[in-house]
């Protein structure tokens, strides 16, 4: 009986141990993972302000922004500027977040990001509700920025000198039935040059 209650509180006590020690586990490396987190982001804050960071494009609010990191070699920081969030991405895998970096930290990182690149994160082109940053879209659309909004006022003007033709036209086209009762409230002494003429044209008819 004895055995028996010493085996089952064994098996208790080890359950309990293996249960914490699985936590301990898991939390050490959940810290092992944020100290290296804020480790690469005190890396990417060094290149940026050492001008060892390379702005790549910008498409809509995204900055693609390379760095070459110690531990992960070549990497693209992607900063999202409407959420002033990051994320670094090694070729296609994101692989890690700015989740459970240092907010003075990532603060550091995307004022200086906005400081040191701001020329060209500012450089841009809008067509068609998508922003572009202007050289690569200059060099992927083979016309420069100059050129679009030339041909963009042509179409506009073309476009302005129809819209003012259909109003112009509409403008003069008159109902008979409106002119009849303006001739009832104020006399036919009172109509336009354009009603008369309309009113003219439309007896002949």
């Known amino acids: 009986m004895i055995y028996i209650i010493v085996l089952l509180t064994g098996i208790l006590i080890g359950g309990i141990t293996s249960n914490w020690s699985n936590k301990l586990s898991i939390r050490n490396e959940e810290l092992r993972l944020i100290l290296d987190k ?112 030339e041909r963009a006022n042509m179409i506009n003007l073309d476009e302005s000198s129809d819209i003012q033709n259909i109003i112009k036209k509409n403008n003069n086209k008159f109902n008979i039935d409106d002119i009849l009762d303006k001739i009832n409230r104020v006399g036919i002494e009172n109509l336009t040059k354009e009603e008369k003429d309309f009113l003219n044209n439309y007896n002949q008819k």
């Open 38 to 149: 804020n480790k690469q982001f005190k890396q990417i804050l060094e290149k940026v302000l050492t001008k060892r960071s390379r702005f790549k494009t910008r498409i809509n609010n995204t900055v693609y922004i390379g760095v070459k990191l110690d531990d992960y070699g070549k990497v693209d920081i992607l900063y999202f500027l409407d959420k002033r969030d990051i994320a670094i991405f090694k070729d296609d895998n994101c692989i890690m977040t700015s989740k459970d970096v240092k907010s003075d930290l990532l603060n550091d990182v995307i004022n200086n990001i906005d400081r040191v690149h701001y020329h060209r994160i500012v450089d841009i082109v809008e067509v068609l509700g998508f922003v572009f940053y202007r050289e690569d879209f200059e060099k992927n659309f083979n016309i420069s920025v100059k050129e679009l909004k």
